[in-house]
């Protein structure tokens, strides 16, 4: 999952538009954020969207099976690495 992939599931897991988390962040409209989730989002800004849904980053070593309920695995842009596909076709079965 990409880190705009990522903010958006975050969005819709908390059920907050992009409206909304624009207002949290501070920014005059909902294209601020709009804009950022269709460009690369830097580490830093990441965190701070994340951090206003009421998520964490966290880095640790890779794992193989299923992780905690909620959890987003972020992936290189381009570059999937399996898991991602297993999971949703596990949640799908």
Do not use: F
């Not at 903010?7 to 897991?13: F, G, V, Y």
């Not at 954020?33 to 849904?53: A, F, H, P, T, V």
Request: aromatic share 2%; net charge positive.
């Amino acid at each position: 999952m990409t880190t705009s992939e990522a903010i958006k599931t975050a969005l819709s897991d908390k059920k907050v538009t992009q409206s909304r988390l624009a207002e949290m962040m501070g920014y005059a409209s909902q294209a601020a954020i709009g804009n950022r989730l269709n460009s690369n989002i830097s580490c830093e800004l990441l965190i701070q969207m994340l951090d206003k849904l009421d998520y964490e980053v966290v880095v640790q070593p890779k794992t193989q099976g299923k992780r905690k309920d909620g959890a987003i695995v972020l992936e290189p842009s381009g570059i999937p690495d399996g898991r991602g596909k297993k999971r949703l076709k596990e949640e799908t079965e």
